[in-house]
C-alpha cells in the first residue's frame, strides 16, 4: 500500500504562483510513475505532469511552459511548481503514484486562481 499526501494548495492570484508537494509514505521499493492530475468542476480529471522513475516528464498540452514538476526518488516525493497561473487552472490536484502495477491517488488539493 502506498499513502499520498498532497500539500501547498490555496488561492492566489492570476499570474502568480504555487507550489504544491506529494509525499509517498508505505512499503515502497521502487515507484514507477509519480506525477499531478486534476479535476475542475463539472469536468473530467485530465493530466498535469507525470514522471517516470527514468526521470522522464510529460506535461499536459495546457500546463506546457508554465508547470514545472521535479521528483525526488529517494524521499519518494514529487512537486509541481506552478507559474504564471489562470483561473483556468482552478481545480483540486490530485497527487499520483503508479506502484507494483498498482495506481494509487491522493485526496486532492484545491488550487483556486482567482481573475
Known amino acids: 500500500q502506498v499513502q499520498l499526501v498532497e500539500s501547498g494548495g490555496g488561492l492566489v492570484q492570476a499570474g502568480g504562483s504555487l507550489r504544491l508537494s506529494c509525499a509517498a509514505s508505505?512499503?515502497?521499493?521502487?515507484?514507477?510513475?509519480m506525477g499531478w492530475y486534476r479535476q475542475a468542476p463539472g469536468n473530467q480529471r485530465e493530466l498535469v505532469a507525470l514522471?517516470?522513475?527514468?526521470?522522464?516528464?510529460n506535461y499536459g498540452n495546457s500546463v506546457k511552459g508554465r508547470f514545472t514538476a521535479s521528483r525526488d526518488n529517494a524521499k519518494n516525493t514529487v512537486s509541481l511548481q506552478m507559474n504564471s497561473l489562470k483561473p483556468e487552472d482552478t481545480a483540486v490536484y490530485f497527487c499520483?503514484?503508479?506502484?507494483?502495477?498498482?495506481?494509487?491517488w491522493g485526496k486532492g488539493i484545491l488550487v483556486t486562481v482567482s481573475s
Open positions: 508505505g512499503s515502497i521499493f521502487s515507484i514507477n510513475a
Open positions: 514522471i517516470t522513475s527514468g526521470g522522464i516528464t
Open positions: 499520483y503514484a503508479r506502484y507494483a502495477s498498482a495506481v494509487y
